[in-house]
């Protein structure tokens, strides 16, 4: 059931996206909704076995890079925070997509509107489950495309294709922030996995008085450790 709630609404972006033109707009549509729809009844059910009953799950699938110290896997972590985040992204990515059904009724790119709308859904539970920061990233670089993507759906229109632009620059500025963040907590943690980062934090947290340098600049460990993580 948790895969399904990751890789639904990919199936249903696919479907759409490859597809669209053999199984029209209607069969478009209703897929990619379906696919939506029973992604957030998944989600509620995880709320509940995971927030309500206690009962974390953790999903590794396989590993990506390996190299020294620096280890990344492809891993999915389902904490009470992560299930809360399915709920609200899901629950508003089901309403978006049944309001879309009747918005982009008479539009004649339909299947390829819904696919961006899937794709968007899929990296943002790409980014609420990731069980690293580098996978994080990945997850918050695919929520940035789709956007440029939607924003920029009817791409012969100048205003459109200016808001995307502005879009993907505000982005880039966040990335550069987000990278920096990645960079120096790998220095001072060496590692980006979020449960071995969560079992160090408390541990850095009692050395108030320590710090170190980043480009010549000296910062205290609490600092760092509440801006990144508080």
């Known amino acids: 059931m948790y895969l399904l709630i990751i890789f639904l609404p990919l199936m249903g972006s ?7 033109n053999k199984i029209s707009s209607y069969g478009a549509v209703r897929i990619t909704s379906f696919c939506i729809l029973i992604t957030s009844i998944f989600s509620y059910i995880s709320f ?7 009962s ?3 999903i590794k699938l396989a590993t990506w890079i390996n190299s020294g110290i620096f280890d990344v896997s492809w891993g999915f972590m389902f904490d009470s925070l992560t299930v809360l985040m399915l709920v609200v992204v899901t ?3 089901t309403i978006v997509h ?4 009747g918005y982009m009724e008479f539009d004649p790119h339909v299947p ?3 696919s961006y709308l899937s794709l968007f859904t899929f990296f943002m539970i790409i980014l609420v489950t990731a069980d690293n920061l580098v996978q994080m990233f990945v997850g918050w670089e695919g929520v940035g495309l789709c956007s440029y993507l939607l924003i920029n759906f009817w791409h012969t229109r100048l205003q459109a294709n200016k808001a995307a632009i502005k ?3 505000v982005n880039r500025v966040g990335d550069f922030g987000l990278v920096l963040g ?5 220095y001072v943690f060496k590692t980006f996995n979020y449960s071995v980062l969560f079992a160090l934090v408390p541990f850095y947290a009692a050395e108030i008085n320590s710090s170190f340098t980043i480009l010549n600049f000296e910062i205290d460990v609490l600092t760092f450790i509440c801006i990144f993580f508080l």
């Not at 696919?14 to 669209?20: E, N």
Request: one cysteine or more; aromatic letters at 20%.
């Open 91 to 93: 629950t508003v990515s």
């Open 182 to 186: 990645m960079l120096g907590v790998f």
């Open 14 to 20: 696919i479907a759409a996206g490859l597809f669209g």
């Open 56 to 58: 974390p799950v953790y």
């Open 98 to 101: 049944l309001y879309s059904i």
């Open 112 to 114: 390829r509107f819904f």
């Open 48 to 54: 509940y076995e995971v927030a309500l009953c206690h």
């Open 167 to 169: 879009a993907v620059i």
